[in-house]
């Protein structure tokens, strides 16, 4: 029985219900699906990073931390930036621990974006984005990805800039499709925002894991950009522990000053230990520098195993995920597919629809190659087993 409220609600964000991510939850729990679904390791981190945050703990960094962060983390994150991509952040006014990728997603768009501003995204999308927007009293703009390959129409952005466009999110290496700009985009991404107001707020938590060789091309790889730009990273996704809900953003100091702003009365700090830990952790590069490697061969395997299968893999040049076309064997939507792994293969995924503010349904499910090697097998094993509807 419910706890029954006298007071009327309204809703900033009507349209929200539960995500598709618990319902699928909920419905894998129900079946014991196998999880190739969430774009989280079940692999443990590694071991020196727990005995890391224990030590912290018992030298009794158990409290507040500085609001930006602890400086020895932030100056391990400049002097990486400064090495891999030889763009200079101050580690005083430019550099921001946060409690988790979301959270600086959200100070960087709650603290840059006013009432009666545009904000331009690219669809499929993580679904954080658009709900932020709104909560600012902001009109957010989606384009969508061209279909296979998932590439930004810069036509349609330059038709989408407005008077009123504050900011571009985009997201590379990008979730859910697994595919990374490269240097053409980010210049044709500083050309159409060259001589404007426009901030970048780029999602960069899978820096680290871009494949066959390619580099990363963020937003700190190109300076003109870099000036106009909040990076946002994730020591979940480069460590293993998306559960510590630490991350981190960097900026110019007139911008990161804004989101401060918003992160000291939304936070204050992150948590302490962990970032002694990351501190720690961070002292060797071959964390990051190997995690492309690390994964890529996770994505082979997948591929591998389900080369005999059903399914058309797209292709997959960063990130955690594979996309898979079933369309040449049935015309369920993406939804009703996904359902019908669970309940008769056992299997979870995620249909593409779901990134869609219009439930856009293009036949293709999103697989989570970040699992042991006995999951992959296991999921593969199933998804080759299934049949035409």
């Known amino acids: 029985m419910t706890l029954r409220t006298p007071v009327r609600t309204r809703s900033k964000l009507p349209d929200v219900g ?78 921001l621990i946060t409690a988790s990728a979301s959270q600086g997603l959200y100070s960087a768009i709650s603290g840059l974006v006013h009432p009666g501003d545009e904000v331009i995204y690219f669809e499929p999308s993580f679904d954080s984005y658009a709900p ?39 997201n590379t290496p990008h979730n859910p499709s697994g595919q990374v700009f490269s240097h053409a985009d ?46 946002v990273s994730s020591f979940g996704k480069t460590y293993h522990v998306t559960g510590w809900r630490v991350g981190y953003c960097v900026a110019p100091a007139e911008l990161m000053d804004e989101i401060c702003k918003v992160h000291q009365f939304l936070m204050f700090s992150a948590d302490t230990p962990m970032q002694y830990a990351f501190a720690e952790q961070m002292r060797d ?19 591998t195993l389900l080369a005999d299968s059903p399914f058309r893999l797209l292709p997959s040049a960063g990130s955690f995920f594979l996309l898979a076309d079933y369309s040449s064997f049935s015309n369920e939507s993406d939804s009703e597919m996904v359902k019908r792994l669970i309940t008769d293969y056992g299997v979870a995924t995620i249909p593409l629809s779901a990134f869609y503010t219009d439930g856009t349904d293009n036949k293709l499910i999103r697989l989570s190659f970040a699992k042991d090697e006995a999951t992959l097998r296991a999921g593969a094993q199933a998804l080759c087993r299934v049949k035409p509807r």
């Open 18 to 95: 539960t995500t598709i991510f618990t319902v699928i939850g909920q419905l894998s729990a129900e079946h014991n699906a196998i999880n190739l679904s969430q774009g989280a390791p079940n692999f443990p981190c590694d071991p020196q990073l727990v005995a890391g945050v224990t030590r912290a703990m018992q030298e009794n960094h158990n409290q507040y931390a500085p609001m930006t962060g602890l400086r020895a983390l932030k100056e391990c994150i400049a002097q990486k930036i400064a090495d891999l991509y030889h763009t200079h952040y101050d580690v005083d006014s430019e550099v």
């Open 186 to 231: 980010l210049d044709q991404l500083a050309a159409l925002t060259r001589n404007t107001d426009i901030v970048i707020l780029s999602d960069e938590v899978y820096e680290h894991v871009v494949f066959d060789g390619e580099p990363h091309h963020g937003m700190a790889t190109h300076p003109q950009l870099a000036e106009r730009s909040v990076i």
């Open 285 to 303: 590069p071959q964390g990051w520098l190997m995690l492309s490697s690390f994964y890529q061969r996770k994505r082979d395997l997948l591929q």
């Open 132 to 170: 932020i927007v709104r909560l600012q009293g902001a009109t957010p703009i989606a384009i969508k990805l061209t279909v296979p390959n998932f590439a930004v129409n810069w036509d349609e952005v330059r038709a989408a800039i407005t008077s009123r466009t504050r900011m571009i999110i985009v």
